[in-house]
C-alpha cells in the first residue's frame, strides 16, 4: 500500500458564515441598484454567526466596514470572501446594504472557517476496498444533509474492489452497516474489524445517495 500523503494543517481564517453571489451590472439593473457594486447573499447557513446576527438570503451587501466591495463581474466571485479573511477570527466587522429596498446595517461577529475536507482523516478499508471519512461541514451543505445527520462519506471506491463490485461509489454517505447506524471514523474501525474475525458471508451498507438510499449487499470471499 502507498503511504498516505500527510495534508498540512491550514491557519485558520476568518469566516461569514454565508455564501453570495455578485451584483453584476445586469442584477443590479433588475434590484434596482443602478452600477452599485457588492454581492447578494444567497444563503445563510444554519448555527452560524451570521444567522444570528441578522443576515438574511436576498439582503444586499454593499460596504464593509465602510468600504465598497469591489464586486461588479462573475470573475469576481471570491472578492467578498477574500476581505472577510483578511480578519482576525474573532473580530466584528459592520456590513452596509439594502433589504428589501431599505437600508441595512448589521454588526457582525466573525468565526473560523469550518474545516475543509482535505484536512479530514481518512480510513482505507482493506478487505472491501473502500475509504472513508467523517463528514465536513462541506460535505453536509453540498448534499443537503442535517447537521446532526450521522454516517461517513465514503471517499474513494477502489475500481474492481470489492466494494465497487458491490455497488458502492465514491461520495456516498454511508449510514448503517448491518442495520446499526454508523456514528463515526472509530465505530466504522470496530465494526469492520468484528465483521473480519467473524468473517461474514454477508454484509449489508445503508447508504444515502443524492436524494436517494439504497441497501448494498457486499459478500466477501475471506479466503
Known sequence: PETPDEQPKLAKKAWLGVSTQVITKELGKALGL???????????FSDTSAEKAGIMTGDLLLKLDGSV?????????????????????DAEVELTGVRNGEELELTVPLQPRPVPPSQYLT???????????DLAFEDRVSKRLEA???????????RAG?????????????????GTTVAGLESFKETMAAIEEKRQER????????????????????N
Open 34 to 44: 443602478g452600477r452599485k457594486k457588492g454581492v447578494r447573499v444567497t444563503e445563510v
Open 162 to 178: 470489492w466494494g465497487a463490485l458491490a455497488g458502492l461509489r465514491n461520495g456516498d454517505i454511508l449510514l448503517q452497516i448491518d
Open 148 to 158: 446532526t445527520q450521522p454516517g461517513l462519506l465514503i471517499a474513494q471506491v477502489e
Open 69 to 89: 466591495i469591489q464586486a461588479s463581474r462573475r470573475e469576481d466571485a471570491e472578492v467578498f470572501e477574500n476581505l472577510v479573511r483578511q480578519y482576525p477570527v
Open 203 to 222: 454484509v449489508v451498507f445503508f447508504i444515502k445517495r443524492g436524494i436517494y438510499t439504497a441497501y448494498q449487499e457486499l459478500e466477501p470471499n475471506w
Open 123 to 133: 480510513y482505507e478499508d482493506e478487505n472491501f476496498e473502500f475509504t472513508v471519512r
